[in-house]
């Protein structure tokens, strides 16, 4: 029902700045949350931060460590969500999904972009 891409991954050097991009199609009159997770080399995927589909509604969810570096944004006209990270660090390393829940439940995954952070 949901279709997600990502873009806008690659190398950059620690201390940089990066913007993920993720397009959705579909039915996206369906999306409650939208919201970016990784999974770094040898851990758990882990949520790094949602924000709250509704047209009217702007709330938004970080994981302890990145508020205040990463920023969370969406447009729902072109169905557009965003993840600014700044100030990089090598631990930012990881595989990058953009994800659509339902409810409490990520339903729709992207097939998920690579950001790589040097030292």
């Known amino acids: 029902q949901v279709q997600l891409v990502e873009s806008g991954g690659g190398l950059v050097q620690a201390g940089g700045s990066l913007t993920l991009s993720c397009a959705a199609s579909?039915?996206?009159?369906?999306?409650?949350?939208m919201g970016w997770f990784r999974r770094a080399p040898g851990k758990e995927r882990e949520q790094q931060a949602s924000?709250?589909?509704?047209?009217?509604?702007?709330?938004?969810y970080y994981v302890n460590g990145v508020e205040g570096r990463f920023t969370i944004s969406k447009d729902n006209t072109k169905n557009t969500v965003l993840l600014q990270m700044n100030n990089l660090e090598p631990e930012d390393t990881a595989l990058y999904y953009c994800?659509?829940?339902?409810?409490?439940?990520?339903?729709?995954w992207g097939q998920g972009i690579q950001v790589t952070v040097s030292s």
């Open positions: 924000i709250d589909w509704n047209v009217n509604k702007n709330t938004t």
């Open positions: 579909g039915r996206t009159s369906s999306i409650d949350f």
């Open positions: 994800a659509a829940a339902r409810g409490l439940s990520w339903d729709y």
